[in-house]
């Protein structure tokens, strides 16, 4: 499981830093991916991070304004988001892939709401 925070009501031009964490294992051996939903539309990728912390991608939407990161000390992946605009208002996600045994599962945390008004 994951688990989301730092969501919240922001106006136009703010900045949010959200976070992601997870109570049972350690994030820094995954790739981890903040995914978004903006209300009434599907699923958006938004950015990605290597498990080295080195490689990191962004959505055209958001390079430039969003910064993806991780602190191994706190065991969380996070996600500076500057300049905001009200299309950025979405449920936010972060989701890693763990495998076990050859299978691939794709572990979600219950998502932080953002609002840009």
């Known amino acids: 499981q994951l688990v989301e925070s730092g969501g919240g009501l922001v106006q136009p031009g703010g900045s949010l830093r959200l976070s992601c964490t997870a109570p049972?294992?350690?994030?820094?051996?995954?790739?981890i991916y903040w995914i978004r939903q903006a209300p009434g539309k599907g699923f958006e990728w938004v950015s990605s991070i290597g498990s080295g912390g080195q490689t990191t991608y962004y959505a055209d939407s958001v390079k430039g304004r969003f910064t993806i990161s991780r602190d191994k000390v706190k065991n969380t992946a996070n996600l500076q988001m500057n300049i905001l605009e009200p299309e950025d208002t979405a449920l936010y996600y972060c989701?890693?892939?763990?495998?076990?045994?050859?299978?691939?599962?794709?572990?979600w945390g219950q998502g932080t709401q953002v609002t840009v008004s």
């Open positions: 989701a890693t892939l763990i495998e076990v045994d050859s299978l691939t599962y794709a572990v």
């Open positions: 049972f294992f350690t994030l820094s051996s995954y790739w």
